[in-house]
């Protein structure tokens, strides 16, 4: 297909509630994974704007970089991400046909947020080549063929649940087994569930980036040298996700503050990157002003944490976090993965 009409996509960010790092091989591919993770209000957006002179357009507005390519010329890109998908999604689908259009992206976070940003732009930049292509790809197929592309085409370390996250949305609890198989499983949580979890939870900026590649690399060599630190430390962060589903779907907020905070200690001992000097003191204040618990959105080092606290507490918990220099606020959670759309 050469011809299209202004097309647009976006895929849902996510917070991790629990078993974040179970999702890494080796482990899960020897003793299996389990993620508890859950979608919210903040995107990354892309948008395809068909062009006439055959050139290949990738602009990334919110970091400031544009790149502009001839037709059928090499595309050696610092915007990796974009091209993985484009030369992917071309090969697969269009028998290797280059496609003119210019693509422009945003995401609702910065790089390394902990939020599965980058991962989030793969997945929308898949959901709108697939739309535009007519490619036979359901949510199962974006998913891994965001991984893919992200983690084998392009090898940047990291783990599954942010693509299957960005591309099914909502609340997951998603189990990782050996031979790339996934399964999603969307818990049926009742209004009044979502509602108190949404009204429990705020989020935090704690004022840096951070590349999780250092961090993955390090709790990865732990794993393949059968380190028995690490190795408690995942099972532990596996156990807590079953743990985790089964306090979020009775409501049970301060059951699930106490395996987030057992979560956390256990995800600080997969890898000594995972927290730092910055982030115990975010944490020891958000505690001393109301909230129940915490840890990092993420691999760890920077980036988002995110905290549970009683609906009554929440707005002085944000008001001392903001008091204190950090970017915090409440959160609303999303029930719909990637999408996109014609106009």
Not at 112 to 117: H, W
Request: aromatic content about 6%; proline content about 3%.
């Amino acid at each position: 297909m050469t011809d299209f009409r202004k097309t647009r996509a976006r895929a849902p960010l996510r917070l991790g509630l629990a078993g974040g790092g179970t999702d890494l091989s080796p482990y899960c591919d020897q003793f299996g994974g389990a993620v508890l993770n859950i979608t919210i209000d903040r995107y990354a957006f892309a948008s395809f704007l068909p062009r006439d002179d055959g050139r290949v357009v990738f602009e990334a507005d919110d970091i400031g970089v544009s790149e502009v390519y001839e037709p059928n010329s090499t595309l050696h890109s610092e915007l990796v991400l974009h091209r993985g998908v484009y030369d992917r999604m071309i090969r697969e689908h269009n028998g290797g046909r280059a496609l003119g259009l210019t693509i422009k992206t945003t995401v609702d976070a910065p790089a390394g947020s902990g939020l599965g940003s980058s991962s989030a732009l793969v997945v929308a930049l898949v959901e709108g080549m697939r739309a535009i292509l007519d490619a036979p790809l359901g949510d199962y197929d974006v998913a891994h063929l965001a991984y893919e592309i992200e983690r084998i085409d392009l090898g940047l370390s990291g783990g599954r649940q942010d693509q299957y996250a960005a591309a099914f949305g909502g609340v997951n609890f998603i189990e990782f087994l050996a031979n790339d198989r996934v399964i999603v499983n969307p818990l049926r949580a009742s209004d009044a569930v979502c509602n108190e979890l949404e009204s429990s939870l705020v989020v935090c900026f704690s004022g840096r980036s951070r590349s999780s590649a250092a961090i993955i690399d390090q709790q990865t060599a732990g794993l393949k040298a059968a380190n028995a630190d690490t190795l408690t430390a995942m099972h532990q962060l596996k156990a807590d996700a079953a743990e985790m589903k089964r306090a979020l779907l009775v409501g049970d907020i301060d059951g699930m503050a106490e395996i987030l905070n057992a979560s956390w200690t256990a995800k600080k001992a997969t890898a000594a990157a995972v927290s730092n000097a910055g982030l115990d003191a975010l944490f020891d204040l958000a505690m001393q002003s109301g909230a129940l618990a915490g840890k990092v959105s993420g691999a760890g080092g920077g980036g988002f944490m995110f905290f549970l606290v009683h609906p009554e507490s929440r707005f002085r918990l944000i008001q001392a976090l903001n008091a204190a220099g950090a970017q915090a606020g409440p959160v609303k959670l999303t029930h719909r993965g990637s999408e996109a759309w014609r106009f």
